[in-house]
């Protein structure tokens, strides 16, 4: 297991920005891919982006392309999340999530955080 703390939620305008950040506390970080996915009220939590241990691959859910860009600091066990042109639809809880394999099935993912809220005004 890994421990998995959020951090940069907030309020922000339609059309801001917000970057977030996900401290890791795994020795062996570097060995985990990272993802961020985010749960609407009243939806199901849902997959936005991943990135694999290296970072020579990452995937983006199509409604964040060319809006988000998720990086990874192994030296700092960080991961962010760049949230740019930000609209009232990316309004949810935002987590963090660790696995030893990049998986396309939000259940198959072993370690979360606790989240952090993103709330997008109009």
């Known amino acids: 297991q890994v421990q998995l703390v959020e951090s940069g939620g907030g309020l922000v305008q339609a059309g801001g920005s917000l970057r977030l950040s996900c401290l890791a506390s795994?020795?062996?970080?570097?060995?985990?891919?990272m993802g961020w996915f985010r749960q609407a009220p009243g939806k199901e939590r849902e997959f936005v982006a991943a990135i694999s241990w290296s970072g020579g691959s990452i995937y983006y859910e199509d409604s964040v392309k060319g809006r988000f860009t998720i990086s990874r600091d192994n030296a700092k066990n960080t991961v962010h999340l760049q949230m740019n042109s930000l609209k009232p639809e990316d309004t949810a809880v935002y987590y963090c999530a660790a696995n030893s394999v990049f998986v396309d099935i939000v259940d198959g993912w072993g370690s979360w955080g606790q989240g952090t809220q993103v709330t997008v005004s109009s």
């Open positions: 795994a020795r062996t970080f570097s060995s985990y891919a």
